[in-house]
């Protein structure tokens, strides 16, 4: 066996370039070849391999007797049927499962399918215990198969250790680039990143020091023509056959790039339908998913989970997927550059009820051109609903069309939302709260500003205030407001589009749109007296 730096790892490629020096990125098939024969399979390693795929990407992990095989998943249920851990089924178990052809292989055996083929074999390992067991099976293997390896840090520092000369590729999961002081205790040969963190900047920090940069994983020509126009040296993907056409077209064409940047309606259109999509996977995922570790940020009330931060990755990948070109800020992860195009997103807004189990939490989603609002989703996992509008095109929820009407509206007896200003009332919270008191109206503070005010466009509430506008957290709702009728001021009045950022900010029923107004400003004027 090879554990030498692989070919995949190293950013200058043979062959010819295009006609505007991009070289096409290396592929990589993502575990074997999954649309095609079961993932981790000899048959999907074979066709991997048949396709032409510079390397092969498979999930290694160990049985109760220690043998290391091919498997993603910590138990056999997905794949196998069998609800058991991997890691407590001996081998002769384990080799049982499945039929013909299509069974666990032994990573020993895949070393020796792959001796004296092209393809790089790159072993993903996920624990240090299943690490081990990898690296000492290679170490063994007599075959001259060139292996790489990807996971968590852990693992690889143990990889590491039994092999000193492995290829180790560096997961990175953050839009800020790696300084050496990063690469140190790992010394990897490449850049391992999630399409989601996938910018010019890293990658031209990454070649700086000597590193090559993978993604994962791409399916879509887009996205994949993207990535090698920002020189990615390799692409994971699930799907050989149609990159290597469209990586093969664009280089024997010289690289083309659009003609015509694509018009509002065309962009509207997709994205809305994207939006949608996304809205209604991140309600399954928060109801399903428990908090598993919770963090504070700044402040000890100012807390971020685990699902916070999966539900971002998610929702950023699939939006580079389907606008690899689109610039994204996220409440998690921070700003990635762009074209005029910008995707503002608050995975969990809410997340102190959250991990209080209080089930009112919201993601919010929204696309602007231009700093223009264009589409919007606010998705409410509790009751399983998203409210969604696209500017020009109304609002609606649940195939509903929302539309507030003109009708004047009486303050008593109605509610008014707001929130804290982080854990603590806004100057003035008290004072608005006594004013309403007095006309026999309710303030509600439920612990999501997205949901304050998205409400108020599905007529639930007269109105609703927050202390500083961000359109990370308050962009889609805002949108949904315009679109159903209400009105959006700030302290001078009305406004179009977005209030300032950091300013505070009141959406209203129109038919109490003056009276609310009215009392909020003397209320925020008392609060700076």
């Not at 399916?219 to 692409?235: H, K, M, N, T, Y």
């Not at 699902?307 to 996220?330: I, M, N, Q, Y």
């Not at 109304?394 to 939302?417: E, K, S, T, Y």
Request: glycine share 8%; aromatic share 4%; hydrophobic share 45%.
């Amino acid at each position: 066996m090879t554990t030498t730096q692989s070919p995949v790892a190293q950013a200058e490629h043979p062959g010819a370039t295009g006609r505007r020096g991009v070289r096409p990125p290396r592929l990589v098939a993502h575990r074997g070849a999954p649309r095609v024969r079961r993932e981790n399979t000899m048959p999907a390693v074979a066709v991997a391999e048949a396709l032409g795929a510079e390397a092969v990407e498979v999930d290694v992990r160990r049985t109760a007797d220690g043998v290391a095989v091919l498997l993603h998943d910590e138990t056999l249920g997905r794949m196998w049927s069998d609800a058991r851990r991997v890691s407590e089924v001996d081998w002769c178990e384990v080799a049982r499962l499945g039929n013909g052809l299509d069974r666990i292989p032994r990573l020993d055996d895949v070393l020796e399918r792959l001796d004296g083929c092209d393809a790089t074999l790159v072993v993903h390992v996920t624990t240090p215990e299943d690490a081990v067991v990898a690296a000492r099976t290679v170490a063994a293997s007599g075959a001259l198969t060139r292996v790489a390896w990807r996971g968590a840090p852990e693992a690889l520092a143990v990889v590491r250790a039994e092999l000193p000369d492995a290829d180790l590729w560096l997961g990175w999961e953050t839009l800020e680039p790696p300084t050496p002081s990063d690469l140190e205790a790992l010394r990897p040969s490449t850049l391992d990143l999630d399409v989601a963190f996938l910018t010019p900047r890293t990658v031209e920090a990454a070649h700086a020091m000597g590193l090559a940069v993978a993604v994962w994983t791409v399916d879509e020509v887009e996205p994949a023509l993207w990535a090698a126009r920002l020189r990615v040296d390799s692409i994971t993907t699930d799907d050989v056959a149609t990159l290597r056409a469209a990586l093969a077209a664009a280089e024997r064409d010289g690289w083309p790039v659009p003609d015509r940047e694509p018009t509002e309606a065309e962009v509207a259109t997709r994205a809305e339908a994207l939006a949608h999509r996304v809205a209604h996977e991140v309600i399954a995922f928060t109801r399903e998913h428990p908090v598993v570790t919770v963090a504070a940020k700044g402040d000890p009330a100012d807390l971020v989970t685990d699902v916070d931060r999966l539900v971002e990755r998610h929702v950023r990948s699939r939006v580079r997927t389907a606008f690899p070109t689109h610039a994204f800020t996220g409440e998690e992860f921070g700003d990635a550059p762009g074209d005029r195009h910008r995707w503002y997103l608050d995975p969990v807004d809410g997340t102190t009820n959250l991990v209080n189990g209080i089930p009112w939490t919201s993601m919010s989603l929204c696309l602007t051109r231009g700093g223009r609002p264009l589409v919007g989703v606010v998705a409410d996992p509790w009751r399983g609903e998203v409210l969604e509008a696209r500017r020009g095109r109304g609002a609606r929820v649940r195939d509903r069309a929302l539309r507030l009407d003109d009708a004047p509206r009486a303050l008593a007896g109605a509610a008014v939302g707001t929130e804290l200003d982080g854990h603590r009332p806004w100057p003035g919270f008290g004072a608005l709260l006594d004013a309403l008191a007095d006309r026999s109206c309710t303030v509600r503070v439920q612990g999501s500003g997205t949901l304050t005010i998205a409400q108020v466009a599905a007529g639930r509430g007269i109105g609703g205030c927050v202390w500083a506008f961000d359109p990370v957290d308050h962009g889609a709702a805002v949108l949904l407001v315009h679109e159903a009728g209400g009105v959006v001021l700030t302290r001078s009045g009305p406004v179009e589009g977005f209030p300032p950022v950091g300013e505070p900010f009141l959406v209203a029923h129109p038919g109490a749109a003056d009276e609310l107004h009215a009392v909020w400003t003397a209320a925020l004027a008392a609060g700076q007296a």
